[in-house]
């Protein structure tokens, strides 16, 4: 079986852009979160989605947005980009409740 | 506020030896997991913790749970090589709808 999936693997933007990070779960797997992990740092929670709604915000400012779609993955977006915006973004699925396994991560770098 | 401390940070050891890496948590938590990440790569499910006194083992490693103390431990047995990487515990609570609380990490390096 196919593992969780981000896209892309790297990217890079400048200030004030805007960015889009795509998750795909495993498949049966209801849930998606989503993590930030900044260079020598343990990840940090951003959302977590199940069954599409919005189930657990993280503390991270409203330029941070995400949702789910009807098949289960989801998307991460970050407007008005800073420097302290790159890190590794790292997608997580589960089934409800369970054991939340990692995606590969997109690894954002803000000039 | 939840907050999870690792310690130590950092360890350098030796291909053999035996250690213990610990995981301190604030608040009571619903369940406790070890996490494995290897550089420039993510994070890969060890175990997860459901109770007090679980313990659980896979190869060199195990890890233990004491809910009365908040502490989690994770004992790597003749260590080898293989097993340098960072090792994370991360805390689960409120149904998970907070997502996971993560330590900083504990940076393990076997030296041959």
């Known amino acids: ?111 | 506020e939840l907050k999870v401390e690792q310690n130590p940070l950092f360890l350098s050891m030796q291909e053999g030896k035996n250690y213990t890496i610990y995981c301190n948590y604030s608040t009571t938590s619903d369940r406790l997991y070890w996490y494995r990440q290897d550089p420039g790569k993510s994070l890969e499910s060890l175990f997860v913790l459901l109770s007090n006194g679980a313990v659980k083992q896979e190869g060199r490693l195990m890890a233990s749970l004491d809910t009365k103390a908040r502490l989690s431990t994770l004992h790597i047995t003749a260590a080898v090589h293989d097993l340098s990487a960072t090792y994370f515990c991360a805390v689960e609570t409120t149904g998970g709808a907070d997502g996971l609380t993560f330590g900083k990490g504990t940076h393990l390096i076997i030296q041959p």
Not at chain 1, 12 to 36: A, D, F, M
Not at chain 1, 72 to 79: D, T
């Open chain 1, 1 to 111: 079986d196919a593992g969780v999936t981000q896209s892309p693997t790297h990217l890079i933007k400048t200030r004030g852009q805007h960015v889009t990070l795509r998750c795909s779960p495993i498949s049966g797997h209801k849930s998606v979160s989503w993590y930030q992990q900044v260079l020598g740092q343990g990840p940090q929670f951003i959302f977590q989605y199940y069954e599409k709604e919005e189930r657990g915000r993280g503390n991270f400012p409203d330029r941070f947005s995400a949702r789910q779609f009807p098949n289960y993955s989801s998307e991460l977006n970050v407007n008005a980009l800073l420097l302290g915006d790159s890190a590794l973004y790292l997608c997580a699925s589960s089934s409800w409740y369970l054991t939340q396994y990692f995606g590969p991560g997109t690894r954002l770098t803000v000039l």
